[in-house]
């Protein structure tokens, strides 16, 4: 049977989705994006991606974030990316933005990761042939290179800008004097940095704690968030122990050391709260990264549409009571 060709919902404006501006700039990201970093490799079924990237799309995510080792295997989620690109999201494009980074490993040899000017550029050309695409909305450095001269690093991505191959930059994972010196590097070449991507949620405060959220916003530039559900910790998956399909179970970046009884007290204080606003833990934990302007938008992962309709109602109710900030923080610091 030949699959309906795929036109996307009339309404998908008008279902819930709010946008906010990213730094300085024209550009509006929608409160929560779609990162495919698992379940969009090769390991997946091509239809489920589908299925979920259309959902996300008629649901008012625009943007969705890839890198070029994500998978897995490396290269495959663009690769599935491209594909869907091809087959139905091709007339949609001018409405999305598409974000991939280098930096981390992706082919064998010393060219193959970092951020030397020759691995971002051949890189980003990989990655333009996988996604079948002229150009990407992002392209980031996808993390520090504490070898390569920043200036290298950082002229890399100007250039980049004004070959056509991205339209704006960012940076990811930079510690906060690199990021500093980034901010000013690129704004002094007309080329400012659009977004900082990081690792920020309930339970890791990192950004917030050394200043990255306070500097992105003062040198004009949005701040996205990933992990935003610390890998699956803060959902209702553990509260009842370890199941034999979770990401602990599996061995996968999560390990079963992170689950300790102290950790596995706080999540379930965190759950009760989170009930008593109506909402799930992870509803609870998107919506407490976007209860101020600090955060443009969290990067969701999800391997099912039904993830990704669950993670949208966390924007029904994205405001708190001094009341629930102040428990919330009382139980981390318990």
């Known amino acids: 049977m030949i699959p309906p060709v795929y036109s996307a919902a009339t309404d998908r404006y008008d279902r819930g989705m709010s946008y906010r501006r990213c730094g300085r700039s024209g550009i509006l990201l929608p409160e929560i994006s779609l990162g495919l970093w698992h379940n969009f490799g090769d390991v997946d079924t091509l239809a489920n991606s589908i299925k979920k990237i259309h959902f996300a799309f008629d649901n ?3 943007h969705f974030d890839l890198a070029n080792n994500y998978g897995p295997s490396f ?7 491209g594909l869907i690109m091809e087959k139905s999201m091709r007339p949609y494009r001018d409405e999305l933005i598409i974000s991939t980074k280098a930096g981390h490993d992706m082919w064998p040899g010393p060219y193959g990761t ?18 079948k695409l002229d150009y990407v909305d992002i392209f980031y450095s996808h993390r ?25 930059v960012g940076i990811s994972k930079y510690p906060r004097e690199a990021a500093e010196q980034a901010y000013k590097y690129l704004a002094e070449r007309d080329v400012p940095c659009l977004i900082y991507q990081g690792r920020y949620n309930i339970l890791n405060r990192e950004p917030e704690e050394q200043g990255i959220l306070a500097d ?18 803060l959902t209702n998956r553990y509260l009842d122990g370890v199941p034999s399909d979770s990401r602990i179970a599996r061995g ?29 833990l992870a509803q609870m934990a998107l919506a407490w990264l976007l209860k101020d302007d600090l955060v443009t ?9 039904e993830q990704i309709a669950d993670n949208l109602n966390a924007l029904n109710a994205t405001t708190f009571t001094p009341a629930e900030l102040t428990a919330i923080n009382q139980i981390l610091q318990s």
């Not at 290269?75 to 990316?81: I, K, M, Y």
Request: aromatic content about 6%.
């Open 60 to 62: 008012g995510i625009t």
């Open 75 to 81: 290269g495959s989620a663009e690769e599935t990316f």
């Open 114 to 131: 970092w951020c030397s000017r020759k691995n971002l550029i051949a890189s980003l050309d990989q990655s333009l042939r996988r996604m």
């Open 144 to 168: 520090y290179d504490p070898v390569t001269p920043l200036e290298e690093t950082l002229q890399t991505l100007v250039d980049i800008v004004r070959q056509g191959k991205a339209l704006y």
């Open 216 to 233: 992105a916003k003062q040198h004009g530039a949005g701040f996205i968030a990933f992990s935003p559900l610390a890998q699956g910790l």
């Open 252 to 280: 996968g970046f999560l390990k079963r050391e992170a689950l300790t009884p102290d950790m596995l007290d706080k999540i379930t204080r965190l759950n009760e709260i989170a009930a008593s606003r109506g909402q799930s």
């Open 297 to 305: 938008s969290v990067l969701i992962g999800a391997s099912s549409v």
